[in-house]
């Protein structure tokens, strides 16, 4: 298993674990010198906060507790691609690299919508651009995201 197996395996397990918390199924795993740092998982549902995404709200939660707002020795694991909101606080905070699992497009097929954005439209605009790296786990994403959104809405 390599370092962004291990580190993606963290963040869908994250996510697994909102759902048994009430959230949407959203991990997000911070890494620096190949140790973690930081985890979260989607909150929206039980903090009532329809940003407090795994990404945001990691981001907004660390950068607190640490008052480091600077982030670029860091790579973040989504176990799916992050929204645009997600993607802009990693830019505000200079994130180095970001890897996630599922895309925007595999989560918008099960949502049967049309794809909204991706992070390379975000990023592409941006001041900053992350190193990106995708697909990492997808499949073991998409198998968490599938069995929420079964019988869930998104939203």
């Known amino acids: 298993m390599t370092a962004d197996e291990r580190f993606m395996k963290k963040a869908i397990e994250l996510a697994a674990l909102a759902v048994e918390h009430g959230n949407e199924p959203f991990g997000a795993v911070l890494v620096k010198n190949g140790e973690i740092v930081y985890t979260n998982e989607n909150q929206i549902y039980t903090a009532t906060d329809p940003t407090f995404h795994a990404e945001a709200g990691l981001i907004r939660r660390f950068c607190k507790e640490t008052g480091i707002m600077d982030l670029s020795e860091y790579t973040m694991y989504s176990s799916c691609e992050p929204c645009f909101m997600c993607c802009g606080a990693m830019v505000w ?3 180095g690299r970001l890897v996630y699992g599922a895309s925007d497009e595999d989560l918008c097929k099960i949502l049967g919508e049309k794809g909204n954005l991706c992070t390379d439209l975000i990023f592409e605009r941006s001041p900053w651009k992350p ?25």
């Open 131 to 155: 190193q990106v790296t995708s697909g990492v786990m997808r499949k073991e994403s998409l198998e968490v995201l599938e069995e929420y959104f079964k019988s869930h809405r998104k939203g």
């Open 93 to 95: 905070v200079k994130l």
